[in-house]
């Protein structure tokens, strides 16, 4: 079959829910293309609109690792569009035949994915339908970003269109907040392309259900069991930074870019990377230390999570993972808390116990300065008076010889008044 008058179609290579693709051969340029042809769709007047969604947003990127558009147009009243031919096989052909691939060429996916999500985000476009089937693996091992037929712009929420109510995309590889309905965004294609990275290295996608209502009811709530545990061998680096692509939350998940720069400059082999200069004396002398930009976007990821460029995630068991530096941060600066909170209290209680032992002794120094013993008069005792403790102790002290009204009493607090005292009465 010739379309255009310039495309021959030769034989199928795949077929979707929106059409068909052919292998084909450009015979105006004489070069190798793939045309795909849109599938009449008699109970979705929508199809037509979604295929010229299609190649205008695929049309508008322009990256190795993303399927070029070549052309686009109608042919016997359906459409077509014509791009480039991948030789090679997608994911999902690959995960048919082997199960699983090692970590090795599973980095080497994730980097050129990535840098392929991050060309679309920068130019407003979700893809919202990354799995195996969408991501393309030529014969010299370059993979390129497939299928944007459902895809949408950022800047036009009205311009994905779909059945009312429908949710679009696989549910093995959806996010979560997909999962609730809500507007999907370059986050939630970092999601998907996290669970084929887990397929990837496990065999299987992080969850799996008999219906896919379970699926989604796993995407929101359940925590992935981490690959290892699953018998995958991958670095604990590259595991920890898996899960934290798998994050429930959109803001706590790494941007498409920071992944491709985390995987592509290696950072997957090895252990998670030193916290900010404030805890340096903790890392260890053979990991490597950052300067510059790198330290600022270390030490802000420490106070605003969504920031991932430059750290490895740990995951807790039985909870959902939380980045090495946020942790290590957050224990450190709460223990830090408790230590200046005990301190301020010894302190100020030491101080507060210090300062009413000192108003004490002023207030008792001042009532007992002027509290004399009273002045016995001899001239006016006629008989001697059962002595007071304080008079007693001042005739007691008084050398032989001489008055003992002359005698200055110690500061002894003041007995019964001379009128009072038993025995005392006057002439």
Known sequence: MLIAGRYQLRDTIGRGAMGEVWRAFDETLGRPVAVKLLLPHDTDPTAPSRFRLEAQTAGRLSHPNVVGVLDFGEHEGRLFLVMELVEGD???DRLT?????????????????ALGLAVAHRQGVVHRDIKPANLLLGTDGTLKIGDFGIARFLDDPGAALTATGQIVGTSLYLAPERALGRTAGPASDVYSLGCVLYQLLTGRPPFQADSALAVLHQHLDAAPTPPRQLGADLPLAFESYLLGLLAKEPESRPTAEEVADWVGRGAWRGAPEPLPSEHQHDVRPDRPHLTGSRVTT???SVSAPTAHSDRAFARVAGTEWQTSVHRAATRRTHLSFLRRSRLVAVLGGAGLFTLALVVGMVLFSRGTGSAQGPHTNPSTNTSPATPSPSTSYETA???PGRPAELEKAPEVEPGPKEADRPGKHKH
């Open 97 to 113: 035949v082997s199960g699983s691939l090692p970590a090795e060429q599973v980095a080497h996916i994730a980097a050129q994915a």
């Open 298 to 300: 270390l030490a802000s």
């Open 90 to 92: 997608s994911l999902a």
């Open 397 to 399: 002290s008084s050398p």
